[in-house]
């Protein structure tokens, strides 16, 4: 069964400009989950998306934004780069259940490394 | 505001013998304790988790207990092997204001010494 993958791998960007981050979960799994990792942040939760809605949200400005498609594959776009938005941006997917429970284990994609110049 | 701290952004510790990862959590609407463990270039991976209703976990080498009273957990990994160096996350989850937060600590990166 494959994996999560998230596209593309590597990328870099200035300021002022906007990115859009792919992700394709695990094959049945309905629930999207992104995060950004920082060095001193650790792992941020992002927003999560389930049927094509988005049902969770942490606290990131309205620059980020994301979706998700009927196949639940999903996108995230950050628009108006900053410096400090250079991360590491992970992907998770999982069945769908009640997310972040004991019932619903999240599977984390490679992760798509973002430098802002 | 850090709800989920690891203090120790490294451990060091000799092949076989026990490695303690510690996390410390703030708001108490949390019930569901989780820890990951990421290799470099790739994603966490779900390693053991345990619910608010427990003290402890077991699978195999790895062993997380709960202290709700101090707010405290930790993982166990004995005997420690040298495929064990990474990093680990300890994660907290709950319901708060009706969504469900889950929320990471800074991560430990340990070091398994042959």
């Known amino acids: 069964k494959a994996g999560v993958t998230q596209t593309p791998r590597y990328l870099i960007k200035t300021r002022g400009q906007q990115v859009t981050l792919s992700c394709s979960p695990i094959s049945g799994h309905r629930s999207v989950s992104w995060y950004q990792q920082t060095p001193g942040q650790g792992l941020q939760f992002l927003f999560e998306y389930f049927s094509e809605t988005q049902r969770n949200k942490g606290n990131f400005p309205g620059r980020f934004s994301g979706r998700q498609f009927s196949n639940s594959r999903s996108e995230m776009n950050v628009s108006t780069l900053e410096l400090g938005d250079s991360a590491l941006y992970l992907c998770a997917s999982s069945r769908g259940g009640q997310v972040h429970s004991s019932t619903d284990t999240q599977y984390f994609g490679p992760g798509t490394r973002l430098t802002v110049l | 505001d850090q709800q989920v701290k690891q203090n120790s952004p490294s451990l060091s510790v000799q092949e076989g013998r026990i490695s303690i990862l510690n996390c410390d959590y703030t708001?108490?609407?949390?019930?569901?304790f989780l820890w990951y463990k990421k290799y470099p270039a790739e994603g966490p991976t779900f390693l053991i988790s345990i619910s608010s209703i427990k003290d402890k976990n077991e699978d195999g080498r790895f062993t997380v207990f709960l202290n709700k009273s101090a707010k405290h957990l930790s993982l166990h990994i004995v005997p420690s092997q040298p495929g064990d160096s990474a990093v680990y996350f300890c994660a907290a989850s709950g319901q708060d204001q009706g969504a469900q937060k889950l929320v990471f600590g800074q991560g430990t990166r340990l070091t398994i010494n042959p």
């Open positions: 708001n108490s609407m949390f019930d569901y």
